[in-house]
C-alpha cells in the first residue's frame, strides 16, 4: 500500500538512525548465571526476539557476504524474593497485584506467583532503581503506571502474549475526568500527575514492541524525553490522545497501514520530530508543536487535519476529501508561505491561519492572506 512521508532536509540520516537502534554507551555484563536472556540497553524488546538475537550472535558460521550485526550486551535478570514486593489480592482478577518493588537488583523478572496466587497485574511507578524488566510469558496487558516516572528504566522484554499498553484511560478517575482529558488539556493532565504505562521514563532511548500489541492508550509514552525510535506494531488503528507527547528526541516514526486515525496532541511538542510515514488509510491528522517539519504531504484519504505551531512548515497541499478547516488549524505556523486549499472546503475556523504573515493561500484559482482567507471561505 502506498504511504505518504512528512520529509525533513535530513530525512536519510533521520531513517539511518532510527533503523539501527543501536545505543553506543550500552555496557557489556557477565552472562554466566542461568536467567540470562539478549536485550538492548536502549529498548523494549519482545521476549522471542530477544531469543533470536541470542541465537544468530552465537553462531559463527555466518557467510562472508551477510552484513555483521553488531552484538547487543546481555542483560542479567534476578527473580527477587517474594518479601521485596508489595502487592495485594484483587478478588476480581483472581490474583495478586504488584504495587511496588523495595529490593536492590536493578535487573528483576516479575515473578509468576507471589504467595502462592498467580500475578495478574503490577505496578513499578515511580521506582528510581530499575532499569531493566522482564514480563513472564502469559501477561496480556503492560497497565496503567507499570513503569510511570521509572527514570532510570532503560528496557522491558515483552512476550508475544501482551496486547495492550494501558494509558490513562486506566487511571481510577478517568469516568469523572474524561472530558477534561480528551480536550487536550495538558494543564489538567500535569495537575493531576497522570502516568501511562511509560510516562516520564526518562532513560528509555528505543522501544521494540512485539506485533501481538494491538492497542496503545491514552498517554502510554507521555513526556519520555530521551525516546529517539520506536516501532508501532501492524495491528494499532489509533494514535490516541498524548502518546507521544513531549517526545523531544523523537525524530521520525512510521505509520503502519492499520492506523486511521492520529488523535489531537498525538505527537505535540515532539520538538526535533522531521519524518513521519503516514498510511493511505489514515482519515485524521492531528499534530501540534512538531517545529522541525518543513513540509507535509497528505493521503488522499484524510478528511481532518490539525497543524498549529508547526514553525518550520512551509507548504502543504489539503486533498479534496477536507470540507472543513478547524479552528486554529494552522496558528502559528509562521513559516508557512504556500498553501493549496481545494474547492471541497466550505468552512474554515476562528483563528485557521492566525499568525501566517508569509503565506499565499491559494482558493479556487485566487490567492488570499492569512487575514483574508477566512471571509473568502465563509462568506
Given amino acids: 500500500m502506498k504511504k505518504t512521508k512528512f520529509m525533513a532536509a535530513a530525512m536519510a540520516a533521520i531513517l539511518a538512525v532510527s533503523l539501527c537502534g543501536c545505543n553506543n554507551d550500552s555496557k557489556e555484563s557477565n552472562s554466566s548465571q542461568s536467567e540470562s536472556s539478549s536485550g538492548s540497553s536502549s529498548s523494549v524488546q519482545s521476549s522471542s526476539e530477544s531469543k533470536t538475537e541470542s541465537t544468530e550472535s552465537s553462531e559463527s558460521s555466518a557467510p562472508e557476504s551477510e552484513t555483521p550485526v553488531e552484538s547487543k550486551p546481555t542483560v542479567e535478570y534476578v527473580t527477587p524474593s517474594e518479601d ?130 494491538t492497542e496503545i492508550g491514552l498517554g502510554v509514552f507521555f513526556s519520555c524525553d530521551n525516546l529517539k525510535s520506536i516501532n508501532i506494531p501492524n495491528g494499532v488503528t489509533k494514535i490516541n490522545l498524548y502518546t507521544f507527547y513531549g517526545c523531544k528526541s523523537l525524530t521520525s516514526i512510521d505509520i503502519p497501514d492499520s492506523v486511521t486515525e492520529i488523535q489531537k496532541t498525538a505527537f505535540a511538542d515532539c520538538t526535533s520530530l522531521e519524518s513521519i510515514t503516514i498510511p493511505d488509510g489514515v482519515t485524521s491528522i492531528n499534530l501540534s508543536g512538531c517545529s522541525s517539519l518543513t513540509s507535509v504531504d497528505l493521503p488522499d484519504s484524510v478528511t481532518s487535519i490539525y497543524f498549529n505551531g508547526c514553525t518550520s512548515l512551509e507548504s502543504i497541499d489539503i486533498p479534496d476529501g477536507v470540507t472543513e478547516i478547524s479552528d486554529s488549524a494552522f496558528m502559528v505556523c509562521s513559516n508557512l508561505k504556500t498553501i493549496n486549499i481545494p474547492d471541497s472546503v466550505t468552512k474554515i475556523g476562528n483563528g485557521a491561519f492566525y499568525d501566517c504573515k508569509k503565506a499565499k493561500i491559494t482558493y479556487k484559482g485566487n490567492t488570499y492572506d492569512c487575514n483574508t482567507i477566512e471571509a473568502a471561505i465563509n462568506g
Fill in 84 to 213: 521485596e514486593f508489595d502487592y495485594k489480592f484483587d478478588s476480581e482478577a483472581g490474583g495478586n497485584v504488584i504495587t511496588g518493588y523495595n529490593g536492590t537488583e536493578k535487573n528483576i523478572t516479575i515473578p509468576d506467583t507471589i504467595d502462592g496466587d498467580k500475578v495478574v497485574d503490577f505496578r513499578f511507578g515511580g521506582n528510581s532503581d530499575i532499569e531493566y524488566v522482564r514480563i513472564p510469558d502469559g501477561f496480556t496487558k503492560i497497565g496503567y503506571n507499570a513503569f510511570g516516572g521509572c527514570k532510570n528504566l532503560k528496557g522491558v522484554e515483552i512476550p508475544d502474549s501482551v496486547t495492550k499498553i494501558a494509558g490513562f484511560e486506566e487511571w481510577e478517575g478517568y469516568e469523572d475526568y474524561e472530558n477534561y482529558i480528551r480536550r487536550g488539556d495538558i494543564s489538567f493532565v500535569e495537575t493531576y500527575d497522570l502516568h501511562g504505562a511509560f510516562t516520564n521514563c526518562d532513560s528509555l532511548e528505543s522501544i521494540n514492541i512485539p506485533d501481538s500489541v
